[in-house]
């Protein structure tokens, strides 16, 4: 099956400016999952779209995360992402919603019985990007039913909550690639980010307002642990690595 992209920087352009200055006619609750999660209709002028509304009054708390901070991780995994040049996370921005302030994203229309399993073997490019993304995110919670595939056969990865954190928290089901060696255009990649990491003032400023510094210190830190290896992430054996539920 031959891969398709999400990088049609116009409609990302488009897509943000809705869910920044939409106007919200719509709010449903999603009963799924263990935070208060809503899908939304934001419409500006003839343009309207669907999205998933995270408000932060609506997090339960964590014993290992900050309380209140699930809805800036949210944003802060798309800032990455976008510096990488890697656009399988939906649009997604921080704005006031009928419950305060959270993260509303763009909502997908995908086919509702795939996920990783299903996935993995015709986007296997998408994949190791996304295994790489998870390692320097330090994405804790990667579920299997967190891959989505639209109707134009693009990958999306949603559900990046609990992530950034400067203890090691990897846990997901992407462990197909284990001690492989990172494909050259990835580790350039990864390159690049570092160097924006270093140097793109803006892109500091943005994570600095979503992040504590040391949360910053720790992305930087796990991103040249992959450069200097050049090897996809290894089990740590002396925590758990899999996500539970895994689905």
């Known amino acids: 099956m031959k891969e398709s992209t999400n990088t049609n920087t116009d409609q990302i352009q488009a897509m943000t400016r ?12 999603i009963l799924e999952g263990s935070n208060y999660t809503f899908l ?11 999205a998933i509304y995270k408000p932060k009054i609506g997090e339960n708390p964590l014993w290992d995360f900050p309380d209140g901070t699930l809805y800036k991780r949210e944003y802060s995994s798309y800032l990455v992402a976008q510096a990488m040049c890697w656009y399988f996370i939906p649009c997604t921005v921080v704005r ?10 763009q909502f997908i229309q995908s086919d509702q019985l795939s996920d990783y399993f299903s996935l993995r073997e015709d986007f296997d490019s998408e994949m190791k990007k996304i295994a790489l993304f998870d390692y320097i995110t330090n994405n804790a919670d990667r579920k299997a039913s967190h891959f989505l595939v639209d109707h134009n056969n693009c990958i999306w990865s949603i559900d990046h909550g609990l992530t950034f954190h400067t203890d090691p928290k990897l846990r997901t089901v992407v462990w197909d690639f284990i001690d492989q060696p990172i494909q050259k255009e990835l580790l350039h990649t990864l390159d690049e980010f570092n160097n924006r990491l ?19 210190v720790a992305l930087k830190h796990r991103t040249n642990i992959l ?9 740590d054996f002396n925590r758990r690595n899999f996500p539970w539920p895994i689905f």
């Open 96 to 105: 006031d919603g009928p419950y305060g302030v959270g993260s509303f994203q």
């Open 40 to 50: 939304v209709t934001l419409e500006n002028g003839l343009t309207s779209c669907q």
């Open 227 to 235: 450069i200097s290896s050049g090897y996809f992430p290894l089990y």
């Open 198 to 216: 270093n140097q793109d003032v803006t892109l500091n400023q943005e994570l600095g307002q979503m992040l504590h510094k040391d949360e910053i």
């Open 18 to 29: 809705v869910l920044l200055t939409g106007n919200i006619s719509d709010c449903k609750l």
